[in-house]
């Protein structure tokens, strides 16, 4: 498939459903996957979802040259978590957290309380980057209940999106140069703490970084 | 009849000064070449008309009527695009109820945190033709950021890209999908293939 008709098909899938049918026809996906596809777009949009991953991963399906049928499966997957992010990141989630949101359930182990989670401890901010950061943390092999306090006490004591970036770079950096996860997550999560203030109302063991409960840290007194 | 007229003598000097000098010939031929040469030519054979001011006024008239229409055209086509791109902008302010659309509104601090913040990609490749990204930021469109290859064999390209985790990949020569050496990986969960993985997020 070539690139101006990859892209013919993407502009056209999220144009309009019927005039998406037939580009994706043109684009040879078959009439029957583009019915398909069409559809699963088009119902995404009218239940008011954000379509762009849905037309990303089509995208990206073709110019990978995967199987029409996977990339149907691979489209009302997305659809699907879509539908959950957004209900787990009730009451009123922008189109980017949905986004975020269905990222890190596409990441095996990631659930809809963690979604929750980070959404109660932050309802008024947007939640893209930190659910970006949980999701690769446990992409990383980082248990997933684990990633969520993680972030969820990093979100209560004020860090930054720009010092949830860091982290998360930081222990991909390290552990790309053979450092442990863990180790690293410890230590980088020891620095950025110090920075930040302690959790609001929390106590002495609560104001203890999450990241340093695996025993590895410094003891309490 | 004058003094002058009666008197012989002065009568024939001035009928000697009233004859006129003989014609030179070569001056003559002189001055009929310089005329010629300096005439305009007309066209097929057509005589020259100077065309009066009131047609090229008229001309002027039509250009700018045209400009002006044009210019309204173009300003009624943008309004409506840019009504269309402020519906589909997740972030963007509601219209007031009274429908004026207002020239400065306030930027609340989650709407800043959501907006896109350019980030530049780097991928040393010194035998590729063209190199592209591609990913979760542009639909996976390898035609909406080719990257610029430096003499030293750098290819980058800087793009605004909303915060949060994007899966990406370089596209080589319009065919080869290869990784970002400097990024962590993460599969795909649908499609099973590796990408990598960027995390964006506003200073």
Same mark, same amino acid.
């Given at each position: ?221 | ?11 024939? !000097? ?6 006129? /000098? &003989?014609?030179? $010939?070569?001056?003559?031929? %002189?001055? +009929?070449? =310089? ?52 519906? !589909? ?6 219209? /007031? &109820?009274?429908? $004026?659309?207002?020239?400065? %509104?306030? +930027?609340? =601090? ?94």
């Amino acid at each position: 498939m070539t690139r101006r008709s990859l892209w013919l098909l993407c502009v056209f899938v999220g144009a309009h459903a019927a005039g998406a049918q037939d580009s994706l026809v043109l684009a040879g996906v078959g009439r029957e996957t583009a019915v398909r596809l069409a559809e699963i777009v088009d119902a995404a949009r009218s239940s008011g979802l954000p379509t762009d991953p849905i037309i990303s991963k089509i995208s990206q399906g073709v110019l990978r040259h995967a199987s029409p049928e996977r990339i149907v499966v691979a489209a009302q997957s997305v659809a699907t978590r879509l539908e959950e992010a957004r209900a787990a990141l009730a009451p009123a989630p922008t189109p980017a957290d949905i986004t975020a949101g269905e990222n890190a359930l596409g990441v095996s182990g990631v659930t809809r309380a963690a979604l929750q989670a980070v959404r109660s401890t932050s309802p008024n901010r947007p939640v893209a980057v930190p659910l970006g950061l949980l999701a690769q943390l446990v992409a990383s092999n980082v248990p997933a209940k684990r990633a969520t306090e993680i972030v969820t006490d990093l979100i209560r004591r004020g860090a930054s999106n720009a010092q949830l970036v860091a982290l998360g770079n930081e222990v991909n950096s390290d552990v790309e140069r053979g450092v442990r996860l863990i180790a690293s997550l410890d230590v980088r999560l020891q620095g950025l703490t110090a920075v930040l203030a302690p959790p609001a109302g929390g106590s002495a063991a609560a104001s203890a970084p999450v990241g340093l409960q695996s025993g590895s840290g410094p003891k309490k007194p | 009849m004058t003094d002058a007229e009666r008197d012989p003598v002065l009568r024939r !000097a001035l009928d000697e000064l009233r004859k006129l /000098p &003989a014609a030179d $010939a070569a001056a003559m031929r %002189r001055v +009929v070449v =310089a005329a010629a040469a300096a005439r305009v030519a007309p066209i097929d054979g057509e005589p020259i008309m100077l065309r009066p001011r009131r047609g090229r006024s008229i001309r002027m008239w039509m250009v700018a009527g045209i400009a002006a229409a044009s210019a309204f055209v173009g300003f009624s086509l943008r309004a409506a695009w840019t009504s269309r791109v402020d519906v !589909a902008q997740p972030l963007a302010s509601p219209t /007031p &109820a009274g429908g $004026a659309r207002p020239i400065l %509104r306030a +930027v609340s =601090a989650p709407e800043l945190e959501g907006a896109a913040i350019p980030h530049q990609f780097v991928l040393e490749n010194t035998g590729a033709h063209r190199i592209s990204i591609v990913g979760d930021f542009n639909r996976w469109n390898p035609a909406s950021a080719p990257m610029r290859r430096s003499s030293d064999g750098l290819w980058s390209v800087t793009i605004p890209i909303v915060p949060g985790r994007h899966m990406y990949a370089f596209m080589v020569d319009d065919s080869l999908l290869t990784l970002d050496p400097t990024a962590p990986k993460a599969r795909d969960p649908d499609l099973g293939t590796d990408g990598s993985i960027i995390i964006v997020g506003r200073p």
